[in-house]
């Protein structure tokens, strides 16, 4: 079955368990056991196979959580969809120590769950990546919501024709960047990225600008991008 008709029937099923009504806490747990085991058994299914395929030559360039950002050249990896590889981007992946120059990601740490599952993601990136390599990641920008909050002007302005109809006041569209119906685990701002990357031992990590070369065009409006380096050789913590 063609991944978009497996996307579409989960979403169906997705819509039928999150009906409001005296048994949502019920449907939720049993929607959340489905979806783990589905991506626990995916991920075990690629661990089996993958020590038979042709990875591409080293070193790779990872785009992780590539969703349908499908990159021609790039390693994919995503537990849905076209990704190269299909893994829980929560547990080790199934690439060798220092195999990567560039550990690339948009629009996916924040439904990694902070810090546990933020945590352990990085540190792989940094266990794939040669000294020097470079993770680049993007998430929403937590921050102007933050600031233009007590305005409600700014922010809310700008993103107002893409929320939700439902979603009316400020609370609502400041809780659905941070949650997305429960898809984000976490909303982040610079400073707290910044710390997580120097946190599980990444360097120099800064703030950068946009970046059409590796950056989606779609993206540039609202993402806060930052960029660190795994430590060279012999460097010390
Ligand atoms: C909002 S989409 C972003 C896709 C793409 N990078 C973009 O910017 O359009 C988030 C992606 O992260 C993937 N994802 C979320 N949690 C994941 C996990 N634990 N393991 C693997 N992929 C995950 C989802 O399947 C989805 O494709």
Do not use: K
Not at 94 to 111: F, G, K, N, Q, V
Not at 113 to 131: H, I, K
Not at 197 to 214: E, K, M, N, S, Y
Request: charged fraction near 25%; proline fraction near 8%.
């Amino acid at each position: 079955m063609a991944p978009h008709a497996v996307i579409a029937i989960a979403r169906r099923i997705r819509r039928r368990l999150t009906a409001p009504g005296p048994t949502y806490p019920l449907r939720l747990a049993i929607l959340t056991m489905l979806l783990e085991t589905f991506v626990f058994l995916r991920h075990q299914l690629t661990l089996a196979t993958t020590a038979r395929r042709e990875l591409p030559a080293e070193p790779l360039r990872l785009n992780l959580g590539s969703g349908s950002d499908v990159r021609p050249g790039w390693l994919n990896i995503d537990f849905m969809g076209d990704a190269d590889l299909l893994v829980d981007l929560r547990r080790p992946l199934p690439l060798h120590d220092r195999s990567a120059e560039l550990a690339y990601s948009e629009h996916t740490l924040e439904h990694l769950d902070y810090p546990t599952d933020a945590e352990a993601f990085l540190r792989e990136c940094l266990r794939v990546l040669r000294p020097g390599g470079v993770v680049s990641v993007g998430v929403p920008d937590g921050e102007p919501a933050i600031v233009d909050y007590p305005s409600g002007a700014g922010w809310y302005e700008h993103w107002a024709p893409s929320f939700p109809p439902r979603l009316s006041t400020r609370m609502e569209r400041l809780n659905y960047l941070f949650r997305q119906d429960g898809d984000h685990r976490f909303a982040y701002d610079s400073e707290t990225l910044l710390a997580l990357l120097h946190r599980v031992g990444f360097t120099d990590a800064r703030r950068r600008r946009f970046d059409p070369a590796i950056d989606s065009a779609a993206r540039e409006d609202g993402t806060l991008y930052v960029e660190a380096r795994a430590p060279l050789a012999g460097a010390g913590p």
